[in-house]
Each structure stands twice: as C-alpha cells, then as structure tokens.
C-alpha cells in the first residue's frame, strides 16, 4: 500500500489563485513528520513546509501553509496568490519517527503545477 | 557555506562499469541519505547514515554500496552499472534531533545514464 498518496497528476492554476495541493499518507506510528519539497524544472529539491504529527497548529510559512488534518490522514499544501514562478513538481512526504524500519524520507508521486498568467 | 554538494551532476557509464559518487556537506549534520528518482516518481531512499562509520540499508539499496569515513562526505557505489540504475541521484543531509532537525537539505543531484 502506499504510503503517501497524491492523487493529482497535474494543475493548471490562474496566477493570483490559491492553490491547493493535496497529500494523503498512511502510518500507524503515532509520531511521525510531513513535508513538502518543491521541485522546479532546473531539478533541484527546494523545503517548502514541515509539520509534526503531536503539532497543535497547522505549520505556516509565507505564502504556504500546510492543511493538516490527522484523522483524515491528510496533509494539503496550501499556496496562497499564486506566482508565475510557483510552477514546478511538488512533492508531499513523510518520516516515521519510531517506525523502527529504515529513516528518511517517503515521497508521493507529485503534482505538476503549472500557473497561467 | 555550501550546503551539500554532488560530484560529478552528470555521467554515462556503460553496462558493467564502475563508479562511485561523492557527496559533500559542510553544515556538520549527523544524517546524511542517497535517493533515486526515476521518470513519473517521487525520490526512493537508496542507502542512508546516522553519523560516520555507520550506513544502513533503504527501500532500495540492491546494486549500490555505501561508505561513510568522514562526516561531511557520504559516498555510492555501483560495482556493476546496470541500464536499470539510470536515474538522477540526490544526496541529502540533516542534522540529528530537534524540530529544525528534521528536514532535509537536499544536494543538486547527479544524473547518471546507463546505455
């Protein structure tokens, strides 16, 4: 089973538009963390956004926020005004803390993002 | 201050050759991580350390082979370069505890083609 889920390929967003991206994953650890990398066409892997499962407060910064909803097991990317420059691959990961099994990271398939002027 | 560096970003081997790929980081994290990404998919870890002298194994770590001497440096290997191992390699690093611990900086990666 997977354990992160992106289930849109692709979106076509109008610049100036908010954006939501969308993230499920699937853990039965009770401590584990969610993040969002942002990967534009040049390649690199950019952080965006980090959320730990016990956090009280959906994590925030600048114009990303991080939907979390626990008992849904959701974790949406939220892109407020959207840019031209905002256009790339996104990628929703997770890391089981006290998994037990291998550390770093499991990624999603990602969405391809692209924004219209 | 670098960040994490990958040497070299772009290679073609040939079925059977060797190579070894080298990264940096000069931040003194602890965690250091080598990821594939292939066409459509998101990145698989491949082999990771949690500090120097110590490596253990991915999701998928057949065909490659690890070593971490120094802190700063965590390299892979491929004994016997399969087309199977094409893809773009990403090396990452963290530090070891705390909130700001857990992300991930990730190098520019290195492109490896296989024919």
């Known amino acids: 089973a997977q354990k992160i889920t992106q289930t849109q390929p692709g979106m076509f967003v109008q610049e100036k538009e908010a954006v939501t991206l969308d993230c499920t994953y699937d853990?039965?650890?009770?401590?584990?963390?969610l993040f969002w990398y942002k990967q534009p066409s040049s390649g690199e892997m950019i952080f965006l956004i980090y959320?730990?499962?016990?956090?009280?407060q959906n994590a925030t910064e600048g114009r990303y926020s991080l939907n979390f909803q626990k008992a849904r097991k959701s974790a949406n990317l939220v892109i407020s005004a959207s840019q031209l420059g905002d256009s790339a691959m996104y990628f929703c990961?997770?890391?089981?803390?006290?998994?037990?099994?291998?550390?770093?990271?499991?990624f999603g398939k990602g969405t391809h993002l692209i924004i219209q002027p | 201050n670098a960040g994490v560096t990958q040497t070299p970003k772009f290679r073609v081997l040939k079925t059977g050759q060797s190579m070894t790929l080298l990264c940096a980081q000069d931040?003194?994290?602890?965690?250091m991580y080598w990821y594939r990404q292939d066409p459509g998919m998101g990145l698989r870890l491949i082999h990771y350390?949690?500090?120097?002298?110590?490596?253990a194994k991915g999701e998928v770590p057949d065909g490659y082979n690890v070593s971490r001497l120094k802190k700063q440096n965590f390299l892979l290997g491929l004994e016997s370069a399969a087309p199977s191992q094409t893809s773009v390699y990403f090396c990452?690093?963290?530090?070891?505890?705390?909130?700001?611990?857990?992300?991930?900086?990730f190098g520019p990666g290195t492109r490896l083609l296989v024919l």
């Open positions: 990452a690093s963290r530090e070891s505890s705390g909130r700001m611990g857990e992300t991930q900086y």
């Open positions: 853990t039965s650890d009770p401590s584990y963390g």
């Open positions: 959320q730990g499962s016990y956090d009280q």
């Open positions: 990961a997770m890391r089981e803390i006290r998994g037990g099994g291998a550390d770093g990271l499991t």
């Open positions: 931040m003194n994290h602890e965690y």
């Open positions: 350390s949690v500090g120097e002298g110590t490596t």
